[in-house]
């Protein structure tokens, strides 16, 4: 198992070299607390067995049924599934904050908050359906990928203007409303609909609305 884990972190590694030569610039990675979670071993020093939970100490903060279907019509991109998203914590959000959600490429939301208030975008990049991150900075120096497993990513604050959000597979940009700044995307991230409920914001992903819709 650990020649497994090895190779894992190895492929992982090519990964991130060959992302950056895709783009026409170089792309940050994201930062690395999101991939040794999937490397993590146990403390005790047993082997981490397909399937099994994760380590008692990993950064997860799951909250159960974080998904659930909706009914709502559906994106018409990258099969992004029929369902409801729970992000905890996400009413919390301070104006100008952001976060990202996942469960899947497909199933990730961006929520965040500016002046006129909360709002959704799908985080499934339109070119090829990765999920994009976060920027950092105002430069995207470093970014902020998904925690993955129903766990919201660290707040970082939101790009008022510039690039929002990064799609590491290929380089395309978005602002923070979701518009394409740099491709190889075409199409913006859809805005989708949200409500609050307590600390939470459930964000449904079978449901678009328009860009500048707020809550």
């Known amino acids: 198992m650990a020649r497994e884990i090895d190779r ?5 590694s090519a990964c991130g070299v060959a992302v950056a030569g895709c783009s026409h610039r170089s792309v940050a990675q994201p930062d690395a607390e999101s991939t040794e979670q999937e490397t993590s071993l146990p403390t005790d020093g047993g082997e981490v067995a397909d399937g099994d939970p994760p380590p008692v100490d990993a950064p997860l903060e799951a909250k159960p049924m974080c998904g659930t279907p909706a009914d709502g019509s559906g994106l018409d991109k990258c099969g ?10 996400g009413a919390t959000l301070a104006v100008g904050e952001v976060l990202l959600m996942s469960l899947t490429d497909r199933d990730a939301a961006i929520v965040a908050r500016d002046a006129g208030g909360f709002y959704a975008l799908s985080a499934a990049c339109t070119h090829e359906c990765c999920t994009v991150s976060l920027c950092k900075d105002a ?3 470093s970014m902020v990928s998904a925690a993955g497993a129903c766990s919201a990513s660290k707040l970082v604050p939101l790009a008022p ?8 597979c290929h380089g395309s940009e978005f602002s923070a409303g979701g518009a394409v700044l740099q491709g190889p995307a075409k199409d913006d991230l ?3 609909a949200l409500r ?3 600390d939470d914001v459930i964000v449904d992903l079978s449901r678009s609305v328009p860009a500048a819709t707020r809550v």
Do not use: N
């Open 8 to 12: 894992r972190r190895f492929l992982i």
């Open 80 to 89: 992004v599934p029929k369902k409801e998203l729970r992000v905890p914590g």
């Open 139 to 141: 430069v995207c120096g």
């Open 161 to 168: 203007t510039g690039t929002a959000f990064v799609c590491a």
């Open 190 to 192: 859809p805005a989708l």
């Open 196 to 198: 609050i409920d307590g």
